[in-house]
């Protein structure tokens, strides 16, 4: 029978997963997060030394004390977009490679769940079925196991990306809140895209019939994604502080480096709730699947939640 968990069944299953391996998240954090933010930080401080750029976030953190006329401020914005567009590309690159990390998290989880609270079990009268078919039941892998797991899904989380994106952009065009949910949507896919291999408007499709059937989904993601950005702020915080007084709050390279260790340590706390997200949408793409080969209807109406 196919069981969905409860909230003590997703933390408790959530916990046994990140305690088991988390030598391996650390090593896969080292991997890819440490790199990728260390790139992001040279990227973002060449853009925001560029002068055409200098020239316009001068133009707009000044505010109303700003004594730019309106064509200044239109000149400073032409000037700037054509040095910034290419910038924004590698940072949007970096932002889909930063994601090879919840795509390796989401298959270790998948992997070590088959052995735990996401095992594919099931009744057919009084007999109890564990996982029908030898591949359904996984070996555990290493880190770079994963790591390669996740390169050979990067495509097909990039083409989700760019058509979920145009979703987002024509959602914000038309009003505001359909593009949030569109942002929403998008987010959760790439935990769609680790379990299952989906990709494009599939991936996208499966993940809103997920959230269709269980709205309760929506609340571990906001509830996870908050705890990541309260982290975020609260380790930005205390790394800025560290470098005033340490007399290095200037320096841009000191600066790059305390922002990718910074953030290699809230992934450590953050990777937490990359399992927990992956537990819940795993445990509801696997009733999804089971629901749809009819299983109940064959067995004589056993019930599937």
Do not use: C
């Amino acid at each position: 029978m196919i069981e969905k968990l409860s909230v003590g069944g997703v933390l408790g299953e959530a916990w046994r997963i990140y305690r088991l391996h988390f030598f391996k998240i650390l090593l896969l954090i080292l991997l890819v997060i440490l790199p990728v933010s260390v790139l992001n930080g040279f990227i973002t401080d060449a853009m925001t030394n560029d002068s055409a750029v200098k020239v316009l976030m001068d133009i707009l953190n000044s505010g109303s004390q700003s004594t730019a006329t309106a064509e200044e401020v239109s000149e400073a914005m032409a000037a700037a977009a054509p040095r910034m567009i290419p910038f924004l590309l590698v940072l949007v690159v970096l932002l889909v490679l930063a994601d090879v990390f919840t795509i390796a998290v989401a298959r270790l989880t998948l992997d070590e769940g088959r052995h735990g609270a996401l095992s594919l079990n099931y009744k057919i009268g009084d007999l109890t079925v564990v996982n029908e078919h030898d591949a359904e039941l996984h070996d555990v892998g290493s880190a770079t196991d994963y790591f390669t797991a996740a390169i050979r899904r990067l495509p097909g989380w990039a083409l989700t990306v760019l058509i979920g994106a145009v979703f987002v952009f024509f959602g914000m065009m038309i009003m505001f809140f359909p593009g949030i949910i569109a942002l929403v949507l998008l987010s959760m896919s790439v935990y769609t895209v680790a379990a299952e291999e989906q990709r494009g408007i599939r991936a996208l499709g499966r993940t809103l019939r997920v959230i269709i059937s269980n709205p309760v989904v929506i609340l571990y993601f906001a509830a996870t994604f908050g705890l990541t950005l309260v982290l975020s702020n609260l380790v930005s915080l205390a790394l800025s502080g560290i470098l005033v007084i340490a007399g290095l709050g200037e320096n841009a390279i000191a600066g790059v480096v305390a922002s990718a260790l910074g953030t290699s340590l809230v992934y450590i706390a953050a990777s937490f709730g990359n399992i927990i997200m992956s537990v819940v949408m795993i445990n509801r793409l696997d009733i999804i699947n089971y629901r749809d080969r009819g299983v109940g209807e064959n067995t004589g109406g056993n019930e599937y939640y």
